[in-house]
């Protein structure tokens, strides 16, 4: 059984069970003192009954004290100690058997013993230093006493002594055998489960690779003296290089961090990555760059990381991503979250900020002018806000070519404008108002010239409040604004007026005819003079909305497609939007939108049908009516017909009444002619 009485003592009762690795060294040498116990024994029993009774004292004690070293061994499982006492004492055995025994009782053989056991229990260096001294012994004894040899007689003390002795080899060698075939396959299964252990340590870093190369960030390792001992694929991509060889082994400070942003030197003990490596302290840093081996830099967020083995800094690792893009998302979106995205101005939130700042007693006086574009709505409403944006541009061009650096412009919305002027006097201020006026004058967007309406107000002592600076400029501004916005309203209209006749001549003398009809329908209708005066106006102003419709639907007559007369047909509205804005024009709204309206409901934009048209608009359809057929582009028809065409669409597109009222006027006018 493996827990048997002899297993139990070949391992001190299994506490060097065959998996430990002293288990050889302890088996044999149980073995081997065990077995000296025994020959001792047996030998003091042949000498005792031979009367050799030195003989008996030195094997008797020889078993006795190996009896001892076995029980201490046993006890205190200190292999070593006890291997070094049983060969002191198989050493001072053999001596003494030597000198007593000599030649007598082929006491020699025993000399092929001892250093074989010397070896297994002492290992190679120290047996051979004891094997070499007790071959000297040896050697010494035969020189001085061989002449004293006498033929050893073949008795049963010798035949002992010489199967004692084979036996003993027999069994080192046995040992040895068992212990080199053990040897080879432990060093066969060690080749296996290394095989084993390098395929899968071969598969780990396979899967590293792949998770490494599998990364968007850039990683790299470095040894302590800032050398790359390994890097992904991202890493190479980022630096625009094409193999790991072109950095394998390179100083990453010199080759990626050397300089700073803007390329002076950055010293080594200023890099966050060389302190890592010498203090083995991680860091990250979000806003610095790297350079890449071809002389570009790249912003970058790097972190780098110190690796310990067994407690010692052995490297570090350094992830980082081109943060090239964020940087530029950020910068964008800090400048877009403090300036005008359209002009390029600070915006009002970052306008009031500054204000603050700006309002010191250092910076008196503070001018503030407030501006309010003119004709912006107008621009937008005729020509699209692509056009109105431009106006805001040049606009805005306008101010930065008069302002100083120092000063603060800032587009409040929509089209008020602001400028803070620091250490500027009021009287200063007004000239800065006076030359934006001139280079207003030279701007233009379309037939439109760009205008403002401009007020200023000055801060002069603390006590006063910047916020009432800015209303007692806000109120210049809308004094002015009143003030002119007569003249503003009716340069705003001839610049409208005139951009929808450079597009289409003959709009002009159709305006002018449809006017002068419109003026003798309502004297004809007996209306009050300012009535007459307004569809005046209305006849004139009546197509004003064609100034979006584009030049070659204008040119192209009445054979529209599909989408062009829908186009077409939105110039009522786009009439309408136009003259609500000015108070002047406000009143001719209504008539101009609904002028292509028809008595039988069928016209456009709303299908209104018979006294749910306005009489204005009533009055511009039968004039254009009549213009159109007059001087359409069929060629020109006499009076008579086109009155006769006129007569034909009464109660249905036209007022039968005004047609009547119309046609006698018109004939009465052509007699007295």
């Keep these: 059984m493996r827990y048997s009485l002899l297993y139990n003592f070949l391992t001190n009762n299994g506490r060097f069970s065959p998996d430990h690795p002293e288990y050889r060294r302890v088996y044999l040498f149980n073995v081997v003192v065990l077995l000296h116990i025994a020959v001792a024994v047996i030998f003091l029993v042949i000498n005792a009954i031979s009367n050799y009774m030195t003989q008996v004292i030195v094997l008797g004690s020889c078993a006795v004290l190996c009896l001892a070293i076995l029980v201490f061994f046993h006890k205190t499982d200190r292999l070593e100690i006890c291997s070094y006492a049983v060969v002191v004492l198989m050493f001072c055995v053999m001596s003494l058997m030597f000198v007593t025994v000599g030649h007598v009782r082929y006491i020699f053989v025993w000399i092929s013993v001892f250093p074989p056991m010397v070896f297994f229990m002492l290992g190679r260096k120290k047996a051979l230093i004891v094997s070499v001294f007790f071959l000297i012994i040896m050697l010494s004894f035969m020189l001085f006493s061989y002449k004293s040899w006498q033929p050893a007689p073949f008795d049963p003390v010798s035949i002992v002594n010489i199967l004692a002795a084979v036996l003993a080899l027999i069994l080192l060698i046995s040992y040895f055998e068992q212990s080199r075939q053990e040897a080879v396959d432990a060093a066969i299964q060690n080749n296996l489960e290394l095989e084993e252990a390098n395929r899968a340590l071969e598969d780990s870093r396979e899967r590293l690779r792949l998770i490494l190369d599998s990364t968007a960030e850039a990683v790299c390792g470095i040894d302590l003296e800032c050398r790359c001992t390994f890097c992904n694929t991202s890493c190479l991509e980022v630096l625009g290089l094409q193999s790991e060889d072109e950095l394998l082994g390179k100083d990453i400070h010199e080759l990626l961090h050397s300089r700073n942003r803007d390329g002076s030197p950055l010293p080594r003990e200023e890099c966050q990555i060389i302190r890592t490596c010498t203090e083995g302290v991680a860091s990250h840093e ?261 100034v979006a419709i584009s030049e070659e639907i204008l040119r192209k007559g009445r054979e529209f497609t599909d989408q062009e007369e829908i186009d077409y047909r939105q110039h009522p509205v786009v009439g309408y939007r136009i003259l609500n804005i000015f108070d002047s024009t406000a009143g001719l709204a209504e008539g101009v939108y609904c002028h292509h309206e028809h008595w039988d409901g069928t016209g456009y934009p709303r299908g209104l049908k018979g006294d749910e048209i306005p009489l204005i608009a009533r009055i511009i359809a039968v004039a254009g009516c009549y213009e159109v057929i007059l001087n359409g582009r069929d060629g020109p028809v006499t009076h008579e017909e086109a009155l006769e065409r006129i007569r034909g669409a009464a109660g249905t597109i036209l007022d039968p009444a005004l047609v009547e009222v119309f046609i006698k006027v018109m004939t009465e006018n052509l007699s007295a002619k």
């Design 286 to 546: 979000e806003n610095e760059v790297f350079w890449r081996p071809d002389g570009t830099s790249f912003d970058v967020a790097y972190n780098s990381y110190p690796q310990y083995k067994n407690g010692a800094l052995v490297g570090v690792v350094v992830t980082f991503i081109d943060n090239t893009m964020k940087r530029m998302h950020e910068r964008q979106i800090e400048y877009f979250s403090s300036h005008d995205a359209l002009t390029g101005l600070f915006n009002r939130n970052h306008f009031e900020y500054l204000v603050k700042k700006a309002d010191t007693k250092s910076n008196l006086p503070i001018s503030v002018i407030m501006g309010d574009l003119n004709g912006l709505k107008l621009m937008n409403d005729v020509f699209g806000h692509a056009s109105g944006d431009e106006l805001l541009v040049k606009t805005a061009e306008a101010i930065r070519k008069v302002c100083r650096e120092e000063d603060i412009i800032a587009r409040l919305g929509g089209d008020e404008f602001v400028i803070l002027l620091p250490k500027t006097p009021e009287q200063a201020a007004l000239q800065v108002i006076s030359r934006i006026r001139d280079v207003l004058k030279r701007e233009q967007q379309g037939v439109f010239r760009c205008s403002m309406s401009l007020g200023c107000s000055t801060k002069t002592t603390l006590s006063e409040t910047i916020d009432m600076t800015q209303k007692n400029a806000e109120n210049e501004m809308y004094k002015e604004k009143t003030l002119n916005r007569n003249r503003t309203d009716t340069d705003l209209i001839n610049a409208t007026i005139m951009s929808l006749y450079s597009k289409c001549p003959q709009e002009e003398q159709h305006a002018a005819n449809v006017s002068e009809i419109c003026r003798t329908i309502a004297e004809a209708l007996g209306l009050p003079q300012a009535e007459v005066k307004l569809l005046r106006s209305g006849g004139f102003l009546h197509d004003i909305g064609k």
